[in-house]
């Protein structure tokens, strides 16, 4: 992504809807997971982009270390600055780490990416990781919705819960957990993206405070339910928790 971007991320991150509720999902879903692992070593955000995630994470995982990756100097700078923790310079198709040396690994929104090769960093957490350490991924589901918010943001394709698993378990990876989300706000999405031109803004942006508290308190009801143990049937996005096989 451009500077701007970044930038433009980074100014927003911490107060919408979209990524704190995406973060708040996802860092519970990883300390249930890790808690449950016998894998040692830190937790690696992957592609962390300008560090919210890897903020929330904070310095440590239910006993791991945490730090972040990026291919970006921008956005590896911003990261380190705003979460304070560790963070390496280099991509997800060819990590700076040796084999097995992970606990835990998370991936939001990267593996959608047009720089990234799907299988290509699917091998590399594979070898990263040590024998039943988690990962946990998100992703854009369904590729009828790529829009002009996904091309904004270089997502070049998106995903579904069948497909993934097969391709997850083709890179080693026994998938426990595969949820959509963002599912009550889906017919909102849906709407936006048929009416949405070509050439419209990301929708990485400040919004109303009230229509913000409406979308969040969405979320709030679907990490409820997520971590009650349901997975929901369809969504805007896909969470997957995955445990590498020895």
Known sequence: ?????????????????????????????????LARSQARGPVLD?????????????????????LGLDYDPVAA????????????SGSVNEMPLRDGTLGGYVSLDVICHANVDPVRALKEAHRCLGP??????????????LSAHDRRVHNARRFT????RLLFAEQGFRVL???????????LM????????????????????????????ALAVERAIIGAGVSLPFGGSLMIVAVRDA
């Open 177 to 187: 957990r595969a949820s959509y989300w963002n599912t009550i706000l889906f017919p």
């Open 77 to 88: 700078g911003l990261a380190k600055a705003k979460a304070e923790r560790p963070v390496l």
């Open 161 to 164: 819960r069948g497909t993934t």
């Open 190 to 217: 849906l709407i936006h993206r048929l009416l949405e031109r070509d050439g419209a803004e990301s929708d990485v942006r400040e919004y109303p405070r009230w229509l913000d508290a409406i979308f969040s308190t």
């Open 1 to 33: 992504m451009e500077r701007a971007e970044y930038e433009l991320m980074h100014a927003v991150e911490d107060r919408m809807w979209w990524y704190r509720g995406l973060r708040r999902l996802v860092a519970d879903q990883l300390a249930r997971a």
């Open 132 to 145: 039943g350490a988690i990962a946990v991924f998100n992703l854009p589901a369904y590729s009828w919705m």
């Open 46 to 66: 992957a592609g962390c982009g300008t560090g919210g995630m890897l903020r929330v994470l904070g310095p440590s995982v239910a006993g791991r270390p945490t």
